[in-house]
């Protein structure tokens, strides 16, 4: 059989064409979808692992939320006040409704003042945290090297502190659609 060329038989051959054929058909949809996968992190207990170089964070988060219980209960003050003003004025008393008015505006600026101090205190405090930021810095940078490693394409917080927490922690620019959204209502003005 030297130098001679062995033919494959015909009904072999096409066989393989179309097993390859058909195994390219199953391949080629899960090729073009990419299978979104999603993980979660309960950065509470990351930070409470981490307690002595997440102490400063935490005071300024307990700073935060002590001046936003103030400002909730003085803007309540200032509604309640506001709702009596009105029954003054369905009443047709306007002496208490002038009286009530005056309150109104005295609390309305104590607030604003209340607000604009709390806000330069927690700009202090926020800029003396920034250099412990290099503690989040390298939890956000764990967060992306363990989910890209993993094969995540985002990665949630579990249980946000509060509604102004993170949800998404991480995520993909592969998942990222914001410039086909923009192209598409652009092409559609």
Do not use: H
């Amino acid at each position: 059989m030297r130098g001679k060329v062995m033919a494959i038989p015909r009904p072999c051959r096409s066989r393989s064409v179309a097993v390859a054929l058909f195994l390219a058909i199953l391949v080629m949809p899960a090729a073009a979808q990419q299978i979104t996968r999603i993980a979660v992190i309960d950065m509470s207990r990351v930070l409470s692992a981490f307690s002595r170089d997440t102490a400063g964070l935490k005071n300024f988060e307990q700073k935060k939320a002590e001046i936003q219980a103030e400002v909730d209960r003085m803007a309540a003050e200032i509604k309640s006040l506001q709702t009596k003003k009105g029954e003054a004025q369905s009443k047709g008393d306007s002496d208490l409704a002038r009286s009530l008015e005056s309150e109104i505006t005295k609390k309305t600026t104590d607030l604003k003042e209340y607000v604009s101090a709390r806000q330069n205190e927690l700009d202090i405090m926020a800029k003396a945290l920034s250099s412990s930021a290099s503690f989040l810095q390298k939890i956000n940078a764990t967060i992306a090297q363990v989910a890209e490693s993993e094969g995540y394409s985002i990665v949630l917080n579990l249980k946000p502190q509060d509604q102004n927490a993170n949800i998404v922690l991480w995520n993909s620019t592969a998942i990222d659609i914001t410039d086909k959204v923009i192209q598409a209502l652009s092409q559609n003005q």
